[in-house]
């Protein structure tokens, strides 16, 4: 009797966590666009990237922006709790915290990584 309640338990809490999981990559996916078009928008108004770019041929840096963007948007709410991205499902103030926030701190390492 007690294997079998173990048994039922470990099958409970495993699709407890595979409901997360997948909850928090239906999230993720909802954000992806939502965060790429907010990186696009501080990169254009940060002088940091006017500086750097200047040089670039207007074609050479629509398509790095476009990388750059990309990369955060496929990075920036991995490290990203599964609470905090439920939150921001259902609040857009929290939404707009969470993307900021994951666009700021992902911005630098896609950026480094693409120019290696």
């Given at each position: 009797m007690k294997t079998i309640?173990?048994?039922a338990v470990m099958a409970s809490a495993?699709?407890?966590f595979a409901q997360v999981?997948?909850?928090q990559s239906a999230v993720q996916k909802m954000l992806k666009p939502v965060i790429e078009?907010?990186?696009s928008m501080e990169l254009k108004d940060s002088n940091l990237w006017k500086a750097s770019t200047f040089l670039m041929t207007e074609r050479?840096?629509?398509q790095f922006q476009q990388?750059?963007?990309s990369c955060v948007g496929e990075n920036a709410l991995n490290e990203v709790p599964a609470a905090e991205l439920a939150h921001?499902?259902?609040s857009t103030e929290a939404k707009n915290q969470l993307i900021h926030k994951a666009v700021l701190?992902?911005?630098k390492g896609c950026v480094i990584q693409l120019k290696r």
């Open positions: 309640l173990k048994t495993v699709s407890c999981q997948a909850g078009h907010q990186c050479n840096k629509q990388e750059v963007c921001a499902a259902v701190n992902t911005v």
